[in-house]
């Protein structure tokens, strides 16, 4: 009897244990997406290991204003904040010194570290492109430049890649005054990629700072 009761409970600790193995992993370790206390959306794209889950499940953001942010942020950085290219632009977003210093961020190591403080960045250097190029967008935007609708969500993200300047410039002279980056993107391919989002929320600010 007492070797049956061994028996029946060494299966037991064996199952429990077993069992253990195939614990899944709490939600918050997968949570690639999360809003912040501004109710700014903050994500996180996940690892190759992780893409390979046989039952991931992505959100759809579709082209919400999330949409857009998410969008732009795997075509420049594949979504990691941290990420320094080989030509100093940073984060997320892929932000310059000169561009974070005119919404007010000095301190290098304090935007790399802070992803809240990267999507409020984003969000300010919108507001200020977004004034400059108010009569464009006004003036061209439903029209199509060397076979791509020009749409308002398009021309922010042209101004993203090359600045408001650069898209002046290629929308007045109908696409004949090209961009291309230093890796050789053309701000056509950003006017195509990125056209057709709601970016509406955006509010037209020549003087948007970002709070610390």
């Not at 370790?29 to 903050?42: C, K, L, P, R, T």
């Not at 009569?135 to 199509?144: A, H, L, S, W, Y």
């Amino acid at each position: 009897m007492i070797k049956k009761w061994y028996y029946f409970a060494g299966l037991l600790m064996a199952i429990a244990f077993i069992s253990l193995g195939f614990k899944p992993k709490e939600t918050q370790e997968n949570s690639w997406f999360y809003v912040g206390e501004d109710e700014e959306i903050i994500y996180q794209v996940p690892t190759q290991e992780e893409s390979q889950y046989v039952n991931l499940e992505l959100p759809y953001t579709g082209k919400t204003y999330t949409g857009f942010k998410q969008a732009i942020a795997i075509r420049e950085s594949q979504g990691q904040y941290k990420l320094v290219n080989s030509f100093g632009y940073m984060g997320k977003y892929q932000f310059g010194m000169s561009a974070l210093r005119s919404i007010g961020i000095k301190d290098r190591n304090h935007f790399l570290n802070n992803p809240r403080l990267q999507e409020r960045a984003f969000k300010a250097l919108l507001s200020i492109n977004k004034a400059q190029l108010e009569d464009e967008i006004e003036k061209f935007e439903g029209k199509v430049i060397n076979g791509v609708k020009i749409t308002e969500s398009g021309i922010l993200a042209a101004a993203h890649l090359g600045g408001a300047g650069s898209v002046k410039g290629y929308l007045n002279s109908n696409g004949r005054r090209k961009f291309k980056d230093g890796f050789g993107t053309s701000m056509k391919s950003y006017f195509k990629k990125f056209g057709g989002y709601d970016t509406s929320n955006i509010v037209a600010n020549m003087n948007a700072k970002v709070k610390l």
